[in-house]
């Protein structure tokens, strides 16, 4: 395992890069993180349309966060794949693809925290703002939304974590990330795909283990201060 590990390392941490395209870990990190924060506004709007009174957003948001969540990921990724070049008349590459398909799947997901978030601060907050005057968008966006995303903090590394796993279902539309590379180094080398695929995991454990440690701790500090407890910076 080591030797395919010396052998093979840059493939895996960046893909051919810089004789070809960027790819293996960097390309996984990149996916989840921009996945996440494009689609951090839509599910914004999604949970803010979710909680409006008026019917005519409330009811087509709770319909797409329900057909989102009731199907699996691949689903989405395999009619994004079809539907773009059709849509645009352009070929569309694997990273393209699957960055689009997690956007629309993560909207659904973050929405559903940050509704929670909402309901779950004390009313009195937003009577409090409409009482000195404030409107729906400046209570909304000054007022009640940075409590929310100071709270779901937690949350959203959690979030992070998932999307991380979720970026594998890309090998199946040839995206260079890191479980791609890893199938890569398996053609290569043919007959030790047990090692091959045990890096893979230790890869993928490493780095969602210490993300979810991160979170935990980020849980803790955030239950300090919401009990009013002192809690030293590490």
């Not at 907050?125 to 903090?153: C, D, R, S, W």
Request: charged share 10%.
């Amino acid at each position: 395992m080591l030797k395919i590990l010396e052998d093979n390392w840059l493939l895996f941490l960046i893909g051919q890069y810089p004789h070809g395209p960027v790819g293996g870990l960097a390309m996984t990190l990149f996916l989840a993180m921009a996945g996440l924060s494009l689609s951090f506004p839509v599910a914004i709007a999604l949970a803010l349309a979710r909680l409006s009174t008026r019917r005519w957003l409330r009811g087509p948001a709770t319909a797409v966060v329900y057909v989102v969540r009731g199907l699996p990921l691949i689903m989405f990724i395999f009619w994004t794949y079809f539907a773009l070049p059709l849509l645009t008349g352009h070929t569309v590459g694997g990273v393209e693809t699957l960055l689009f398909a997690l956007v629309v799947y993560e909207a659904s997901y973050l929405s559903e925290i940050i509704r929670a978030g909402i309901e779950g601060l004390p009313k009195g907050q937003a009577e409090a703002a409409k009482a000195l005057g404030l409107g729906y968008f400046p209570t909304t966006f000054k007022v009640i939304l940075p409590q929310v995303l100071h709270n779901m903090m937690p949350s959203l590394v959690s979030q992070f974590v998932s999307t991380i796993k979720e970026t594998s279902l890309g090998y199946v539309i040839s995206a260079n990330e890191v479980t791609f590379a890893a199938s890569q180094v398996n053609n290569q080398l043919m007959t030790q795909p047990f090692e091959v695929y045990g890096l893979l995991a230790l890869t993928y454990f490493t780095l969602c283990f210490t993300l979810t440690s991160a979170a935990r701790w980020l849980e803790r500090r955030l239950a300090a201060e919401r009990g009013g407890l002192g809690v030293q910076p590490a």
